[in-house]
């Protein structure tokens, strides 16, 4: 016969690994404790846009600002002209990017007033 397993014991083995979150992307080693909306470890739900971008600013803890460059056609002189957009994120704790590093951002509900973007994996 099977065993039954506690409902403790579900809690335990829910906290030594991550979660899926519905993308194709390595989980992160390490854990993070207290961060609720980290999508490995938390409560948050990721969805829509997937963008890949620079980190050029990490000043706050859990924030960081990520820019990436696109380029939009001028019709008028059949040129291309260099685009670039710059968002606040939130950088989970067990991600831990850093100033220069290349990252995957995915779309969230809003997170405060100008963050509804989630650091999701971290690129070598």
């Known amino acids: 016969m099977t065993e039954k397993k506690s409902s403790e014991s579900r809690k335990k083995e ?3 690994t991550s979660k899926q979150i519905g993308v194709d992307v390595k989980p992160p080693k390490d854990t993070c404790t207290g961060d609720k909306h980290c999508p490995f470890h938390g409560n948050a739900k990721v969805r829509g846009k997937i963008f890949t971008g620079k980190v050029l600013r ?12 696109w380029k939009r056609l001028v019709p008028k002189y059949e040129r291309y002209e260099n685009k670039r957009t710059r968002l606040i994120v939130h950088s989970p704790t067990c991600i ?19 963050k509804s973007f989630i650091i999701i994996e ?3």
Not at 58 to 69: H, I, R
Not at 96 to 114: L, P
């Open 58 to 69: 990490v000043k706050v803890p859990k924030m960081a600002q990520v820019e990436w460059t």
């Open 14 to 16: 829910s906290n030594k």
């Open 122 to 124: 971290k690129q070598d």
């Open 96 to 114: 831990n990017a850093k100033e220069g590093d290349t990252v995957k951002i995915m779309e969230t509900r809003k997170i405060s007033k100008s």
